[in-house]
């Protein structure tokens, strides 16, 4: 989903309102604060929202959500926001709770270090990734095509698929710091990256998950 967000934000088309420093800081808020809002939300038990719900919201409010956050209000753009990393969280618990708790600590700990080095990555290698974006996209492309295609064909869901993704997602994420440092320094601006490293982030985590989870 976070190859396909477009926005203005990775641009230096507009005016920077705030310094560097801040914009990094408030980029790295953000993100957090989304991660957060995850986390919390995986604690909300499935029998008390009810299963139908719970699946209507996790399917269409993050699609709601990745069109709203791309607002130009950060008000607007911040609920958009929230309207994806609930949702996620909600859906995410029941996930969590087919794994044992060593699996999922290990996973976060793996994702944490994977986005810290892909994304110092994408500040010290701006022109490796500035040629990549075409590929990463093509290649996000056919992981969704494979992805889909896995559900009716179940032949189609090799192991080898998550390594393959859990690599996508983890050049997304330098690649989308690359982007950030071409970007407008302003807040609305570290907001719709923040929703691009959310994506990468939370994609590559549940890759990982299902990676360490088959070897447990």
Request: hydrophobic content about 50%; glycine content about 10%; overall charge positive.
């Amino acid at each position: 989903m976070n190859g396909l967000i477009k926005n203005n934000a990775f641009s230096r088309t507009g005016i920077s309102t705030i310094s560097e420093r801040l914009f990094y800081l408030s980029l790295s808020l953000f993100t957090s604060m989304g991660l957060l809002t995850t986390y919390g939300a995986t604690f909300f038990s499935p029998e008390t929202i009810g299963w139908p719900f719970l699946i209507i919201v996790g399917l269409i409010l993050p699609l709601v959500g990745v069109f709203v956050s791309q607002s130009n209000s950060l008000p607007i753009s911040f609920l958009g926001y929230n309207m994806i990393t609930i949702p996620f969280g909600l859906v995410l618990g029941p996930t969590l709770n087919a794994y044992s708790p060593d699996v999922v600590q290990n996973t976060a700990l793996l994702t944490a270090l994977i986005t810290g080095v892909m994304g110092t990555s994408g500040l010290l290698f701006p022109n490796f990734y500035s040629k990549i974006g075409g590929a990463l996209f093509v290649a996000l492309c056919s992981l969704l095509f494979v992805r889909i295609l896995g559900l009716f064909i179940p032949q189609l869901q090799f192991g080898i698929i998550d390594y393959i993704a859990a690599g996508i997602f983890s050049l997304y994420i330098g690649y989308d710091m690359y982007r950030a440092s071409m970007a407008t320094r302003s807040l609305i601006s570290a907001l719709h990256i923040s929703v691009s490293l959310y994506l990468d982030i939370i994609n590559l985590f549940l890759n990982l998950l299902r990676i360490l989870g088959k070897k447990d």
